[in-house]
Every structure is written in structure tokens, then in C-alpha cells.
């Protein structure tokens, strides 16, 4: 079954514009998962304009509640990083080749350029048992290269399919993804996908690359709660995804 994972980004976001407290990310954390997701995804950058260190060790320790679901985190592997991940030691951590000011992930792993660091990160990662998963472009040539260098996972960066998807380009970037992903799995990895994925364009999505293990949505499912609530919209995004 394909599982859902709630990115809280964007409520720490909202949080953060004033220094009261609230939205609560634990709250909503709780409310998604009581809601029927399978997890909660989290991108901690290193000024903490969303996501805050004390919001890492707060999740997971709610998820210490929530047997059967599933703690991933996201970030560059720094050693600031890395050391956090090796203190909390979620499920899964996803590694973004993400600059410490960037508004957003926008791009996927160059991975030959940066062979040495994502080595020695996943090396590190699987000595705890953590699953490691890769940001990925849509580009057939990458996935033998990240199973080389040990990773578990690839998620396909979806954002460029999410911006076209009215226009005929998104059928070439779905073709695109659905063949990256096929060599995915013809070297043994698992695959994630994530990034201005909506109900809109969802469905589309997993009928061209129906393997897809998890799907990492924030911003889509933030802005459809606004309209009808987080536990309403955790259930119209698990259908999408059936």
C-alpha cells in the first residue's frame, strides 16, 4: 500500500510569524496521524525559519505513541545534521542537496559530484539502521547511481510534473518520472516521491508510476486544510493515492 507522509513545513511556517505558540506542530501532527496517515515528514533548516530542533524532539516523541507510523526527516548532511539524525534516529531520513538559504527543494543529488559526502552519510545512517532515501530528478541515469553508493531509497522530485501539469509538457515530465522509476526499481530501490503534488495531479501520478512506496505532501495538503480541515484532508488525499 502506498503510504502518505504529512509534511509540517508549512504550519511551522504559520507558527513561526508570531511568537505565541501556535498553530501547534505536535497538534497537527497528532490530528494527521489519528487521521489515517502513515507518517510525518519534516525539513529542518539550519536558521529554523520553520521547523525548530525542539519541533524534531517534540514529533518524535508523539510518534513514540503511534506504533505503526512512520518519522522522516530531511536535510542536507551536514554534520550539524547528521548528528541530530543520529540523536532522534527517525525511520527514514531523506538527504537534499539543499542550500542552507534555499526557500524550497528545487533540484535533485548530483551525485557523482558529491559521491564522497552521500558515501559516508548513508555509511553512517545504515550502522543506526535508518533507512536513507535520495532527491532525485527525473532521469533515468541517476537510480544505478544511488544504488551504488548504498541508498535505500530515490524520491522523485516532482515539482517541475505539479507546475506543468494543465499543459502538454506535464505528460512529458510523467512519462519522464514513470521511467526513472522503472530504473529504480530494476536495481532494488524503493521509491518515494514528493513536491507540488495535489489532488489534482495525484491520481495521474501513481497510475504512471504505480510503485511509488510513499508520497511526501505538504504545501498541496496545508492549503486544501485551510478549505476542510487536516483530518478531512489526510482522508481525500489516501483515496487520491488508492
Known amino acids: ?16 510569524r508570531r511568537n505565541v505558540g501556535w498553530p501547534s506542530v505536535t497538534n497537527i501532527a497528532r490530528i494527521v496521524l489519528q487521521a489515517g496517515a502513515d507518517g510525518i515528514t519534516v525539513h529542518p533548516r539550519p536558521d529554523e525559519r520553520h521547523i525548530r530542533k525542539s519541533d524534531i524532539l517534540e514529533l518524535s516523541e508523539l510518534l513514540s505513541d503511534f506504533a505503526d507510523k512512520e518519522y522522516n526527516i530531511e536535510g542536507y548532511p551536514s554534520e550539524e545534521f547528521l548528528s541530530l539524525i543520529e540523536k532522534v534516529r527517525p525511520h527514514q531520513v ?52 544511488a ?25 512529458i515530465h510523467l512519462q519522464q518520472l514513470a521511467m526513472t522509476a522503472l530504473a529504480a526499481r530494476k536495481v532494488g530501490l524503493e521509491i518515494n516521491a514528493g513536491h507540488d503534488l495535489t489532488l489534482e495531479n495525484l491520481t495521474d501520478f501513481i497510475k504512471s508510476v504505480p510503485d511509488v512506496k510513499e508520497v511526501s505532501i505538504g504545501h498541496g495538503i496545508t492549503s486544501d486544510a485551510l ?3 487536516f483530518a478531512e484532508a489526510v482522508r481525500l488525499y489516501k483515496k487520491a493515492l488508492k
Open 1 to 16: 500500500m502506498r503510504k502518505l507522509s504529512v509534511n509540517l513545513n508549512a504550519v511551522a511556517l504559520l507558527r513561526n
Open 227 to 229: 478549505f476542510c480541515g
Open 94 to 145: 531523506t538527504f537534499v542537496p539543499d542550500a542552507p538559504d534555499q526557500a524550497t527543494s528545487d533540484h535533485g543529488w548530483d551525485i557523482e559530484k558529491n559521491e564522497q559526502l552521500l558515501r559516508s552519510a548513508i555509511f553512517r545512517m545504515k550502522k543506526l539502521q535508518i533507512r536513507t532515501s535520495l532527491f532525485i530528478d527525473e532521469d533515468s541515469t541517476i537510480p544505478a547511481k
Open 147 to 171: 544504488a551504488k553508493i548504498g541508498a535505500d531509497r530515490v524520491e522523485l522530485y516532482t515539482g517541475p510534473y505539479g507546475a506543468s501539469f494543465f499543459s502538454p509538457q506535464g505528460q
